[in-house]
């Protein structure tokens, strides 16, 4: 689905991601862990060029994204994109949040969207709410719009980061809830997390970034259970 070869990034001369080479295969779930400010979600945003690589390239469906002659707004249509903070449109209701998009881009009339956008709905529980504005909304309940608005366009591939951190403990499972199902459905993703019982019970694999590198990359039980970096060990039994 997603090759990463030779990734690096900077920001001024600060080298956040140091030559990253990463694949993700199409209906893997990749949990990507590690301290704060070691370079996860820079290395997300590089998945679907929100961030543009310093060096190296990312190959998304046998497409190079840093080709300049490739239309990025077409791939990121096929990537779908969930954020801490919800970022839903906060003027819009519900229902326009997440048909938003594909009508714009002229995906699907405003028929299909809306049909689409009903059904996804009531898949994350919330067909209730689709005349409500974000604010009526709980955490959960703005994240699950947020997955449901990303769903919309039908990607290929759906990047987390942290989507459960600025929640309320008790709304946690719902959101993971979700992300299961998905998970189950054979979506592929890479979510960033610090919900390691859910990386463990949900990846196939995890990554543990640490400085811009990554440093251990193996299965859940490997790498939460016996890992061989002393760094990553000493941040697993600080939150395990
Ligand atoms: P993580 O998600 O693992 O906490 P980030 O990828 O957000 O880490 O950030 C890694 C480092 O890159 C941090 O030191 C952060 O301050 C820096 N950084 C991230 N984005 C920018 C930016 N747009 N400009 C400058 N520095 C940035
Ligand atoms: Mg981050």
Redesign the pocket.
């Known amino acids: 689905m997603i090759t990463i070869n030779n990734l690096s990034k900077s ?2 001369k ?1 080298e ?1 991601l140091k030559n990253i080479d990463l694949e993700i295969k199409k209906g893997e779930i990749l949990a990507i862990v ?12 590089c998945m679907n060029l929100l ?1 543009e690589p310093t060096n190296g390239d990312i190959i998304f469906e046998g497409i190079s994204l840093t080709d300049k002659k490739i239309k990025i707004d077409k791939v990121r249509e096929k990537i779908g994109m969930v954020f801490q903070n919800f970022n839903l449109f906060p003027h819009k209701t519900v229902l326009e949040n997440i048909t938003l998009a594909p009508i714009k881009l002229n995906k699907m009339t405003k028929e299909m969207a809306e049909k689409k956008a009903e059904y996804l709905l009531q898949r994350v529980g919330l067909l209730d709410k689709k005349n409500s504005y974000p604010s009526q909304l709980s955490g959960g309940q703005k994240q699950r719009i947020a997955i449901a608005r990303a769903l919309a366009m039908e990607p290929d591939m759906m990047l987390f ?2 989507p459960t951190s600025a929640l309320d403990p008790e709304m946690v499972k719902e959101v993971l809830d979700v992300i299961k199902e998905l998970a189950i459905e054979g979506m592929t993703m890479a979510i ?1 997390t610090h919900e390691m019982g859910f990386a463990k019970e949900v990846a196939d694999r995890v990554i543990f ?1 640490d400085e ?1 590198k990554i440093i251990e990359d193996d299965s859940p039980e490997n790498v939460f259970n016996a890992p061989k970096n002393g760094r990553a060990k000493e941040f697993f039994d600080k939150v395990l």
């Open positions: 920001f001024g600060l956040i590690g301290p704060s400010g070691s370079g996860k979600s820079t290395l997300l945003r961030e980061d942290e960033v970034v811009g």
